[in-house]
């Protein structure tokens, strides 16, 4: 089970941005298959926001391409979510996920982002 820790949600105005970021118990960042960001809206399905594989292979949900970047730090065991031109419905509880190559699903806490209009 791979430790996740996210940090740096809080309260921004529309078009304002936020870096959230989530760190990794992992030996080794590399050793994690494919990280990503999801997010949960209250109310709503948790859907995912954007994932980054080991090959350095990014995707993004259509609704933040453009103003999101998913990004990490292999010294640091950390990946980032960079938020940039943050609106209203960008409001949820922001959560880290890990898939090592061994297999396994790990969540972090969450971090919660709101974004006053």
């Known amino acids: 089970q791979v430790q996740l820790v996210e940090s740096g949600g809080g309260l921004v105005q529309a078009g304002g941005s936020l870096r959230l970021s989530c760190a990794t118990s992992?030996?080794?960042?590399?050793?994690?298959?494919?990280m990503g960001w999801y997010r949960q809206a209250p109310g709503k399905q948790r859907e995912l926001v954007a994932t980054?594989?080991?090959?350095?292979?990014?995707n993004y949900a259509d609704s933040v391409k453009g103003r999101f970047t998913i990004s990490r730090d292999n010294a640091k065991n950390t990946v980032y979510l960079q938020m940039n031109s943050l609106k209203p419905e960008d409001t949820a509880v922001y959560y880290c996920?890990?898939?090592?190559?061994?297999?396994?699903?790990?969540w972090g806490q969450g971090t919660r982002v709101t974004v006053s209009s």
């Open positions: 996920n890990a898939i090592p190559f061994r297999g396994g699903n790990s």
């Open positions: 980054l594989t080991s090959g350095s292979g990014t």
């Open positions: 992992a030996t080794s960042i590399v050793s994690i298959n494919v």
